[in-house]
């Protein structure tokens, strides 16, 4: 099949060092969050080069498949051969959905903030761009920690386009998550939104600032000038 020959193809570009250092880095160890997690050991654009090559005759199935291996760049690749496709299938609503629901029925493969983060705003983001974004409120509510991140950064594809209603609500809903995966993606689409709105993102701060997680704070305030992220941040320590 495609995926196995795929993971033939991925094996040929592993480098040793980095397959050693990935469960370290992506927090495989027993206990943490991608715990069991297998790497081969690819650079990102050798597996995006891959994914080029295998895309034309990836199957949905294939998607599939893909999406349950046990390792991470296989999975990775399979989701950038899915934008592939998706993007391809600009003038078919009805191939795009059909990936769409293949990403959404499978998302337990979507594990980790590089799978979401490389995914979800190029695939459910511009899916949602004309249509009712509920979905994103319950993943947002629904207690998995990467379903919640998916719901957080597919707002960077709102973002581009110029529409911040929603990266503004999510944010409100994950603003006191326990983990830092979230405090990351919140301050990070914050942070996104204020590059291209400041005053939006000035109002955010001035009603959360002083009880928003450091982290959240500090990702959000990174492109503003030196002065006013003391000041933001001042505005946290005197809480």
Do not use: C
């Not at 600009?90 to 629901?101: A, F, G, T, Y």
């Not at 293949?102 to 594990?111: H, M, S």
């Not at 809903?173 to 689409?189: E, N, T």
């Not at 990702?219 to 941040?233: F, G, N, P, T, V």
């Amino acid at each position: 099949m495609v995926v196995d020959e795929l993971l033939v193809a991925l094996e040929a570009l592993s480098i040793p060092k980095r397959k050693e250092h990935n469960p370290k880095f992506f927090k495989a160890g027993k206990g943490e969050y991608a715990e069991g997690d297998k790497f081969i050991g690819n650079k990102v654009p050798d597996m995006r080069t891959v994914a080029k090559d295998f895309a034309p005759k990836m199957t949905d199935a294939g998607f599939v498949q893909g999406l349950h291996s046990e390792w991470h760049e296989l999975r990775l690749t399979v989701l950038f051969m899915m934008i592939i496709q998706y993007k391809k299938a600009k003038k078919d609503p009805v191939r795009r959905e059909e990936i769409i629901q293949i990403y959404l029925n499978n998302l337990e493969g979507v594990n980790n903030w590089d799978l979401v983060d490389s995914s979800a705003p190029y695939l459910l983001g511009d899916w949602l761009m004309d249509k009712d974004r509920q979905l994103l409120r319950d993943f947002a509510t629904s207690g998995n920690l990467w379903k919640q991140r998916i719901a957080m950064v597919t707002t960077y594809w709102f973002i581009k386009k110029g529409e911040y209603n929603d990266t503004l609500e999510l944010a409100e809903i994950l603003l006191f998550h326990k983990h830092d995966l979230i405090h990351k993606a919140v301050g990070w689409m914050l942070r996104e939104m204020g590059n291209k709105n400041e005053d939006l993102l000035r109002q955010f701060l001035k009603h959360h600032a002083h009880h928003m997680p450091r982290t959240a704070l500090r990702y959000s305030i990174e492109k503003l000038d030196a002065e006013e992220r003391q000041h933001w941040m001042t505005a946290k320590d005197r809480v």
